[in-house]
C-alpha cells in the first residue's frame, strides 16, 4: 500500500508476539471474544470491509480477523482509533482496561487482586529480591537471563504485569507490608553495576514507607527455619488469611487454619532470626557504600 508515495507495511501477527489469548484463561477468553464481537458489529455497521479497516490502522486483513475473533488482544491504541473510526461513542475505548488486564498472566492477576484487597502481607524470599521491591530494569536483567529465553515482546509483558502490583504501595489504606530478604539476593549484582545500586538505592527508599519493613536474613545463620523456601501469607479485613510457600503444602496456596498456622509459625521464627528493620537498613547502606 502506498502512503504520500511511500510504502506502508501493514502489521501481521508476526509483529504481534505475546499478544496471544490463553485459552485456558476463560475470564480472559470472554473479554477479548467480546471486545473482538463489538469491533466487528460496529464496523459492518458503517459498512467498512476488514481490509479497509486494516489499512486504516495499520493492521492486515488476516490479523483483523483474528482479532475480532477472539483469537488475538488488541493493543489500546487500536481500540481508541477503531473507536473514533467507526463512532463507537466511546465503546471500545472503555474496554482498555479489561483488554489490559487479559495480558497479564491470569496467575499474576490472581495474585494482584489478593495483594489489593490484603491489609497485612508477609513475604520471604531466598533466591530473588521479592518481586514487589524490584526496579524495573533489576526485572528485566533478571527475565533476560531465563532459559529458554524470552521475546522483547514477552519480556515487556511480564515487566508491565509486576511493574502493575507495585500499585499495592500506593494505595489510599495500603497493607502492612513485611519483607525477609535473604543476604545472597541483595549481593548478586543483577543487571551490572549501576542496575545493582539502584536496586540497592530502591531497598532503602521503601524501606522509609510507614507501612514497610524490610530486613535482611544473614547467610550465615546456622540454624535456617527458611530452608523451605519462599513463604507468603496475606491477610484480610474479615478475619481470612491465604499462605503459599515452596516447601510446605505442595506448593498450593492454602486457607486452612491450621495449615496457616504452620507457614505463620516458620515465617515468624524466620523473621526473629533475621537483623533488625534498623540493623538491616545499615547493612544495606553498607553494601551500597561497598558498590
Given at each position: 500500500?502506498?502512503?504520500?508515495?511511500?510504502?506502508?507495511?501493514?502489521?501481521?501477527?508476526?509483529?504481534?508476539?505475546?499478544?496471544?489469548?490463553?485459552?485456558?484463561?476463560e475470564w480472559g477468553v470472554a473479554v477479548i471474544t467480546t471486545v473482538g464481537r463489538q469491533l466487528r458489529l460496529r464496523r459492518e455497521a458503517v459498512g467498512m470491509r476488514a481490509a479497509e479497516f486494516g489499512e486504516a490502522v495499520g493492521y492486515g486483513e488476516d490479523l483483523v480477523y483474528k482479532i475480532?475473533?477472539?483469537?488475538?488482544?488488541?493493543?489500546?491504541?487500536?481500540?481508541?482509533?477503531?473507536?473514533?473510526?467507526?463512532?463507537?461513542?466511546?465503546?471500545?475505548?472503555?474496554?482498555?482496561?479489561?483488554?489490559?488486564?487479559?495480558?497479564?498472566?491470569?496467575?499474576?492477576?490472581?495474585?494482584?487482586?489478593?495483594?489489593?484487597?490484603?491489609?497485612?502481607?508477609?513475604?520471604?524470599?531466598?533466591?530473588?529480591?521479592?518481586?514487589?521491591?524490584?526496579?524495573?530494569?533489576?526485572?528485566?536483567?533478571?527475565?533476560?537471563?531465563?532459559?529458554?529465553?524470552?521475546?522483547?515482546?514477552?519480556?515487556?509483558?511480564?515487566?508491565?504485569?509486576?511493574?502493575?502490583?507495585?500499585?499495592?504501595?500506593?494505595?489510599?489504606?495500603?497493607?502492612?507490608?513485611?519483607?525477609v530478604q535473604e543476604e545472597v539476593t541483595l549481593r548478586r549484582p543483577v543487571g551490572g553495576r549501576m542496575v545493582w545500586r539502584r536496586q540497592l538505592e530502591h531497598l532503602l527508599e521503601l524501606g522509609?514507607?510507614?507501612?514497610?519493613?524490610?530486613?535482611?536474613?544473614?547467610?550465615?545463620?546456622?540454624?535456617?527455619?527458611?530452608?523451605?523456601?519462599?513463604?507468603?501469607?496475606?491477610?484480610?479485613?474479615?478475619?481470612?488469611?491465604?499462605?503459599?510457600?515452596?516447601?510446605?503444602?505442595?506448593?498450593?496456596?492454602?486457607?486452612?487454619?491450621?495449615?496457616?498456622?504452620?507457614?505463620?509459625?516458620?515465617?515468624?521464627?524466620?523473621?526473629?532470626?533475621?537483623?533488625?528493620?534498623?540493623?538491616?537498613?545499615?547493612?544495606?547502606?553498607?553494601?551500597?557504600?561497598?558498590?
Amino acid at each position: 500500500m502506498s502512503v504520500d508515495g511511500e510504502v506502508r507495511r501493514l502489521r501481521t501477527e508476526a509483529d504481534e508476539p505475546g499478544w496471544e489469548v490463553d485459552p485456558d484463561d476463560e475470564w480472559g477468553v470472554a473479554v477479548i471474544t467480546t471486545v473482538g464481537r463489538q469491533l466487528r458489529l460496529r464496523r459492518e455497521a458503517v459498512g467498512m470491509r476488514a481490509a479497509e479497516f486494516g489499512e486504516a490502522v495499520g493492521y492486515g486483513e488476516d490479523l483483523v480477523y483474528k482479532i475480532e475473533g477472539g483469537k488475538r488482544i488488541p493493543r489500546p491504541e487500536l481500540l481508541d482509533k477503531a473507536d473514533e473510526m467507526l463512532g463507537a461513542g466511546g465503546l471500545l475505548s472503555a474496554m482498555k482496561e479489561d483488554v489490559a488486564k487479559v495480558r497479564y498472566p491470569k496467575k499474576v492477576r490472581e495474585l494482584a487482586k489478593l495483594e489489593a484487597q490484603a491489609v497485612e502481607v508477609g513475604l520471604y524470599s531466598n533466591h530473588n529480591i521479592h518481586g514487589l521491591l524490584q526496579t524495573e530494569e533489576h526485572m528485566r536483567a533478571l527475565f533476560h537471563v531465563w532459559l529458554p529465553g524470552y521475546s522483547d515482546e514477552e519480556t515487556e509483558r511480564m515487566v508491565a504485569a509486576r511493574m502493575a502490583r507495585h500499585s499495592i504501595f500506593e494505595r489510599p489504606r495500603a497493607p502492612a507490608l513485611s519483607f525477609v530478604q535473604e543476604e545472597v539476593t541483595l549481593r548478586r549484582p543483577v543487571g551490572g553495576r549501576m542496575v545493582w545500586r539502584r536496586q540497592l538505592e530502591h531497598l532503602l527508599e521503601l524501606g522509609q514507607l510507614r507501612n514497610v519493613s524490610i530486613q535482611v536474613m544473614p547467610t550465615d545463620c546456622e540454624e535456617h527455619f527458611g530452608t523451605g523456601g519462599l513463604i507468603e501469607v496475606l491477610k484480610f479485613p474479615d478475619g481470612t488469611a491465604v499462605g503459599r510457600s515452596e516447601g510446605a503444602f505442595s506448593g498450593r496456596p492454602v486457607s486452612d487454619p491450621k495449615q496457616l498456622r504452620i507457614l505463620e509459625l516458620r515465617y515468624g521464627m524466620i523473621r526473629a532470626q533475621a537483623l533488625t528493620i534498623r540493623e538491616s537498613r545499615a547493612f544495606i547502606e553498607q553494601m551500597l557504600g561497598e558498590t
